[in-house]
């Protein structure tokens, strides 16, 4: 153990959160080109960057730095700041910890690299190649070992429902991450696209939701000050989301080339996926009886009630999507962009940004710079998902009807994308709103930990 981790023991947390700020200014820095890319096709079309910024490799570099670079190393911040305070202990094992940062900050740069010249699998989420999928394994493994091991040589003998969530989480993972980076090298056909499916909407509900959720449940108390409403409901949205979740990739496959029984079989479980949702929503308020006058004032609990809604939103969205009917509507439209960033952006980032708005002051013992500057985060993040999820969600809907007339009457599909620019210019103002939102979460967190390093080295003169 080094002596910096030894008088520091959350400095593992500090490096996946401080990572991931800037992987999350990187990734929706992309996120924007690519939106201002369906106003101006040829946007950024010069020389070199003509083939490295083509919408066909930064779409995957955008996707695959904000799932793994922002809100993975953000999560992974959580769970090394939260596992050891629920435990009442220290993180086991803090130099591989330590040193785990450098190396998944050296997968997430090579990834963006090899997307860059081009090399991919072409599978949703899992586009890296094989050597990078083999990293990440040990890494998520490493991970799992450190966390597993923590809880193990816990002071608290309480188990925390928040553990529950984090250890499912870690379990569940790694095994979807080794199936769903296998198939296009073993399968083809059918199965193989029901192999991607099981992991393209898996990775979301038992690692992102089941984290976010996690870390929900840990912050709700110490936001509110009121005890977590019911310890029971959260144990039953735990094991509904691991008995249902995992069946849901058929139904991205609703009037595909596939069995009608799996697609209806796709159906059930989506809809079931209501009881989860929610049973975290009852929790929410229900914690929050007597404390609503306190949210317009607690920044952080205004994003984990804003995001508790978008979590709603989108689970209410699934049993829908999950239909034969709006899915021969929606499908392979923008509608299903717009649902996709409903939960990584709208609900557990940000879960996220009240996770490092509560630990950073806390980890580096400095207040925040500026409750104004959190309050400007918060409406552009708001405000931004907002419209980007009118502008995506009516597009959608136009595009899938105008899909169908035009099968009919023959309607150009140039036509179509003509008649959506305004509300692709919605969209990339949403872009826009959100990016700048969290140029201002960077700079706020920034400025934060420079004064508070300051404030150390003058104590330290002063000694």
């Not at 393209?200 to 870390?215: A, D, E, K, Q, S």
């Not at 996709?340 to 980890?363: D, T």
């Amino acid at each position: 153990m080094s002596v910096k981790t030894e008088i520091d023991p959350f400095r593992p947390a500090k490096i996946y959160f401080y990572s991931s700020l800037f992987w999350l200014g990187a990734g929706l820095t992309y996120g924007l080109i690519l939106s201002l890319k369906f106003i101006w096709p040829n946007f950024l079309a010069y020389g070199p960057l003509q083939i490295i910024l083509q919408y066909g490799r930064i779409r995957p570099i955008h996707t695959n730095i904000v799932l793994f670079g922002w809100l993975t190393m953000a999560n992974v911040g959580a769970l090394f700041y939260i596992i050891p305070k629920l435990c009442r202990n220290r993180l086991s094992f803090p130099r591989l910890a330590y040193g785990s940062a450098f190396i998944w900050n050296a997968v997430v740069f090579a990834g963006t690299v090899v997307l860059t010249l081009g090399y991919t699998t072409t599978t949703e989420y899992a586009e890296w190649p094989l050597w990078i999928d083999i990293i990440v394994v040990l890494m998520f493994g490493a991970i799992a070992f450190i966390c597993f091991a923590t809880i193990a040589n816990r002071n608290e003998k309480q188990l925390y429902v928040s553990l529950w969530y984090f250890m499912g989480s870690l379990i569940w993972l790694i095994g979807l991450y080794i199936i769903g980076n296998l198939p296009y090298k073993m399968l083809s056909g059918v199965p193989q696209f029901l192999i991607f499916w099981f992991y393209g909407h898996n990775v979301i509900g038992l690692w992102f939701t089941t984290v976010g959720v996690g870390i929900l449940y840990y912050l709700l108390p110490l936001l509110t000050k009121n005890p977590l409403y019911s310890h029971k409901l959260s144990l039953i949205g735990f094991w509904t989301i691991a008995t249902f979740y995992v069946w849901n990739g058929p139904h991205h496959l609703q009037n595909g080339p596939i069995p009608l029984w799996l697609m209806k079989a796709g159906v059930i479980p989506s809809v079931m996926l209501i009881i989860p949702v929610w049973s975290v929503l009852a929790n929410v308020f229900g914690t929050l009886k007597g404390k609503w006058h306190a949210v317009p004032h607690n920044v952080p609990l205004m994003f984990v009630v804003v995001g508790s809604i978008f979590y709603l939103i989108t689970c209410l969205q699934g049993p829908f999507h999950s239909l034969q009917g709006p899915s021969s509507v929606i499908k392979f439209s923008d509608w299903v962009p717009g649902h996709a960033h409903l939960p990584l952006f709208g609900a557990f980032s940000f879960i996220a940004f009240a996770m490092m708005y509560y630990a950073i002051p806390k980890i580096i013992d400095h207040d925040i710079h500026s409750k104004k500057l959190m309050g400007a985060h918060f409406w552009f993040s708001v405000v931004g998902m907002f419209l980007f999820a009118f502008s995506t969600w009516t597009a959608g809907v136009l595009e899938g009807l105008a899909w169908i007339e035009g099968a009919q009457y023959g309607m150009q599909f140039v036509e179509m994308l003509v008649g959506m620019r305004p509300l692709f210019i919605i969209r990339a103002i949403a872009g826009a709103l959100m990016l700048v939102g969290q140029m201002i979460f960077v700079v706020n967190l920034a400025v934060t930990i420079g004064k508070a390093r300051n404030a150390q080295k003058g104590q330290e003169n002063s000694a």
